[in-house]
């Protein structure tokens, strides 16, 4: 492909239990098949929907480089497809676990990280018992034909992330989710205001089914800058190209252009800190 272009594969599965490897690779391979140069996979892509409980496990985390990081690697490397994935990762110095989102390259290296930094707790979505909240703003990570930022689930409910992203110079939005069916519409609603303000695409991908009794379900989506959904889908596997010329236009047209006054709302943040 071109390289103002970037080809990306949304993957709406999860690959736990026998045969996990084989079936995340020959997903893999199927999508560079159709030409994709990443794939991005929902949130905990290796593992049951373990927040369904409020029961906490060691085995659920992992150091760093841990089983399901080089599970991941391993998957990129052998499909030749670059790869955002996820994991449940534990700080060896400080013990604290954090759901940290893993994007690799097509040979399997670590291009960058994100630490899920808003952290729902309720029922079906315990999510504060088995991880905290990360403390580092998000960054754009470079190493593809397009630069992207990442943000996990609930991080796109304070847009902030989104749009601090693509003042960084992020053309796209990665967000791996996990949420139900019946809240579907709020969702999108969401990913696209993002999409609008932020001048950026937006590519989310849900967990596809049911589990643990939580009704988790609705598509997955990519958007375009204007808002435009170009994917709306429940398919495990659909291919979308991303046009780089698309964003500088964005940027060009309303809202895109308007001054991001960076400092100007950093003092109003400030305020918000020393009150809250």
């Known amino acids: 492909m071109p390289a103002d272009i970037l080809t990306i594969a949304l993957v709406t599965e999860v690959f736990h239990g026998e045969g996990r490897d084989e079936r995340l690779r020959a997903l893999l391979v199927e ?5 994709a140069e990443l794939a991005v996979l929902p949130e905990l892509p290796l593992d049951p929907w373990f927040p369904c409980s409020r029961e906490t496990r060691d085995t659920d985390a ?31 110095a400080t013990g604290r676990r954090h759901h940290t989102a893993l994007l690799f390259s097509r040979d399997g290296r670590l291009l960058g990280s994100h ?9 079906g979505y ?5 991880y905290e909240p990360g403390d580092e703003p998000p960054a754009v990570i470079a190493g ?3 630069p992207v930022g990442i943000q996990l689930c609930s991080d796109v409910q304070r847009p902030a992330g989104t749009n601090t992203l693509a003042a960084l110079g992020a053309e796209a939005v990665l967000c791996p989710r996990c949420t139900p069916e019946v809240s579907y519409p709020r ?11 932020s001048a950026a695409y937006v590519i989310s991908v849900n967990r596809p089914r049911p589990e643990g009794g939580v009704p988790i379900g609705g598509p997955s989506l990519a958007i375009a800058p204007d808002g435009a959904v170009l994917v709306e889908t429940t398919d495990p596997l659909a291919v979308v190209s991303l046009d780089r010329s698309v964003v500088r236009r964005a940027h060009l047209d309303y809202p895109g252009y ?19």
């Open 126 to 130: 315990w999510e504060a018992d088995h």
């Open 258 to 276: 308007l001054p991001v006054r960076a400092a100007l709302y950093a003092t109003g943040w400030r305020r918000v800190g020393r009150e809250t």
């Open 144 to 146: 593809l034909d397009m």
């Open 31 to 35: 999508a560079r098949s159709f030409g």
């Open 115 to 123: 630490r899920k930094a808003h952290v729902p707790h309720e029922e």
């Open 62 to 92: 992992e150091p760093p480089e841990g089983p399901r990081h080089r599970a991941l690697a391993a998957a990129a490397a052998a499909a030749g497809v670059a790869m955002l994935g996820s994991a449940v990762v534990r700080d060896p």
């Open 187 to 197: 969702w999108r609603l969401v990913l696209q205001a993002n999409a609008v303000t």
